[in-house]
C-alpha cells in the first residue's frame, strides 16, 4: 500500500515519447490544481509547447530528470524502458519501498474504479468519435465530470481532455485517492459520467471498468502483438463480454453481446466519408441512452455543429500558390483508402498528393499490399521517415529480409527500395517535403498521413 500523506506536496513525473493521451494527462493534473509536475517527453512538440504555455515544466530528452524515491511516475508505453522508469523501479526494488509506477493504461484504470466509465474503441475512428461525444455530452449531460483523449480539440479549448469546471474539488479527492490512499469520499463513487478513448493494444483495455461502450470498426492492427484477426477479434470480444451494460456498433462485426444500431435515423450529409456518418450515429445513440429525455432535434444540431478535431483530416493552410494541405493521423492502409475516398468525394477535379510517413516497419512491411493498394490511388506519393515507435530497427531490418529488400544495410536504404518497389520517391528531408508542397498550385491537394513528427515540423515552419 501506499501512504503519502500530505497530497499538496506530491511531485508528479510524467513520462512519454509524442504522445497526446501523456501531454491530455499532464494538462488534466494542473487543472486539478496539482503543482509540482515533470513532464519527459523525448521531442519537442506543439504538444510540450503548449504545456509550457500553461506554466508546466517541460523536459525534453530522457535521462535528464533524477527520478526521487517519493515520485508518482506515470509513463507511456513507448518509454516503458526508458532511463526514468528503470530508475523508478530499481529504487523501488532497493529500497523494498512500493512507489506509485503506473502506465498510462493502469491511470485510466484508476479512475474508470471511481466513475460511469464510457469507452469508444475500433481501429479507426476513435479519436473523433471520443471527441464528438465528449464535446456533445458537455453540452447535454450534467454529470459528465471528466473525459480524456489522443486528439486536441477545439471545442474543448484546443486541449485533448475535460474537467467539469464546478466539480474541480470532488475529482481532486478522488485523484489524491489514487496517488495517496489517503481518503475518499465514497459517496462520489460511480455516479458521475468519465469518457474515454480504449486502445486495444496488448489488449489494454481490458482493464478499464466500462458501464458502456461503442465500436467504430473492426480491422487487424497491432500485428506487433496481435497473431491474426482471430486474436485480434478474441480482444473485442472480451471487452465486449466484461463491459456492464451496453455495446453499440454501426458495423458488421464478428463478436458477439453486441447491439448493431441502424445509421439511417439522421443523414449527416455535411461529413466526408461514410465512415465517419456512422460514427456520428454511435454518438447520438450514445447520448440518448445517457439521457432519454432529450430533445432529438437538439441534439442532432449540437452533432451537426462540431467544429472537428487537430490531425483528423485538418486543414492545415491554403498555401501562397493556392494549394491545400490537409493533415492526418491516419497510419493504416485502411485509413488511407478510407480519407482517399472523403477527400476525392469533395475535390474530384484536383490532384491528391500522399505525403506517408510510415508507423512501425511491421506494420507497413506486413500489410504492404494493403498499404500498395491504398496509396496507389493518389496521384503522387512520398514517403517520409519512419516512425519506428515500440521496435529495434536492426531487428526489423533482419526479420524482413526475405521480402525483397535484402541489399538495405541502413534504414534510409530499407525505406528507399521500399518505396521504389511501389514506384514511389522516398524524402528524408523536411525541406524538400516543404518545397514539393511549395511547387503546388490551385489543382494540388496534399495530405500528410502520419502519426508521428512530420505534422510538428509542418506546422512550425512557413509553408
Not at 500530505?6 to 488534466?28: D, E, H, Q, R
Request: glycine share 4%; hydrophobic share 40%; aromatic share 14%.
Amino acid at each position: 500500500m501506499f501512504l503519502l500523506l500530505n497530497p499538496t506536496k506530491l511531485k508528479l513525473v510524467l513520462i512519454w515519447a509524442w504522445w497526446t493521451g501523456m501531454s491530455g494527462v499532464a494538462g488534466m493534473l494542473h487543472d486539478l490544481w496539482y503543482s509540482n509536475i515533470i513532464c519527459i517527453d523525448a521531442n519537442q512538440s506543439e504538444l510540450t509547447n503548449k504545456l509550457k504555455a500553461k506554466g508546466l515544466e517541460v523536459v525534453i530528452g530522457h535521462g535528464k530528470y533524477k527520478i526521487q524515491p517519493n515520485d508518482v511516475v506515470i509513463y507511456s508505453e513507448a518509454t516503458a524502458s526508458s532511463v526514468e522508469v528503470l530508475e523508478a523501479k530499481e529504487i523501488t526494488k532497493a529500497n523494498r519501498k512500493n512507489m506509485i509506477i503506473l502506465n498510462y493504461f493502469d491511470f485510466l484504470w484508476e479512475i474508470s474504479k471511481y466513475f460511469t466509465t464510457i469507452g469508444i474503441t475500433g481501429t479507426n475512428g476513435k479519436s473523433s468519435t471520443t471527441a464528438l461525444l465528449l464535446s456533445t455530452a458537455k453540452k447535454h449531460l450534467d454529470n459528465l465530470w471528466l473525459g480524456i483523449l489522443w486528439a486536441l480539440v477545439p471545442e474543448l479549448n484546443n486541449d485533448n481532455y475535460h474537467i467539469n469546471p464546478d466539480k474541480i474539488a470532488e475529482i481532486k479527492n478522488i485523484f489524491d485517492y489514487i496517488f495517496t490512499w489517503k481518503w475518499l469520499d465514497y459517496s462520489l463513487i460511480k455516479k458521475n459520467i468519465f469518457i474515454l478513448e480504449a486502445c486495444e493494444y496488448k489488449r489494454h483495455f481490458l482493464k478499464i471498468d466500462l458501464e458502456r461502450w461503442a465500436i467504430t470498426n473492426i480491422e487487424l492492427d497491432h500485428t506487433d502483438y496481435y497473431k491474426d484477426l482471430a486474436d485480434y477479434n478474441s480482444a473485442f470480444q472480451s471487452f465486449a463480454n466484461k463491459t456492464k451494460n451496453k455495446v453499440f456498433t454501426t458495423s458488421n462485426l464478428d463478436i458477439k453481446n453486441v447491439e448493431k444500431i441502424k445509421t439511417n435515423n439522421f443523414d449527416f450529409k455535411y461529413l466526408l466519408g461514410k465512415h465517419n456518418q456512422e460514427n456520428w450515429t454511435l454518438v447520438f445513440e450514445l447520448i440518448k441512452q445517457l439521457n432519454p429525455k432529450i430533445n432529438t432535434e437538439k441534439l442532432k444540431g449540437t452533432i451537426e455543429n462540431f467544429k472537428w478535431l487537430w490531425r483528423r483530416l485538418e486543414l492545415l493552410e491554403t498555401t501562397k500558390n493556392g494549394s491545400l494541405l490537409f493533415s492526418d493521423y491516419a497510419h493504416m492502409a485502411s485509413s488511407i483508402n478510407l480519407w482517399y475516398h472523403a477527400i476525392k468525394e469533395k475535390y474530384p477535379n484536383k490532384k491528391i498528393t500522399a505525403i506517408f510517413q510510415p508507423h512501425q516497419i511491421n506494420r507497413v512491411l506486413r500489410e504492404r499490399n494493403e498499404f500498395w493498394k491504398a496509396l496507389k490511388l493518389f496521384d503522387n506519393v512520398f514517403i517520409y521517415n519512419i516512425y519506428a515507435a515500440r521496435e529495434n530497427l536492426a531487428e526489423q531490418l533482419e526479420n524482413f529480409k526475405h521480402l525483397n529488400i535484402q541489399n538495405a544495410n541502413t534504414i534510409s536504404e530499407f525505406w528507399d527500395l521500399f518505396a521504389k518497389n511501389c514506384g514511389w520517391k522516398y524524402i528524408e528531408n523536411i525541406e524538400e517535403i516543404k518545397k514539393t508542397i511549395n511547387n503546388g498550385n490551385e489543382n494540388d491537394i496534399f495530405i500528410v498521413l502520419s502519426a508521428w513528427d512530420i505534422d510538428f515540423l509542418l506546422r512550425k515552419k512557413n509553408i
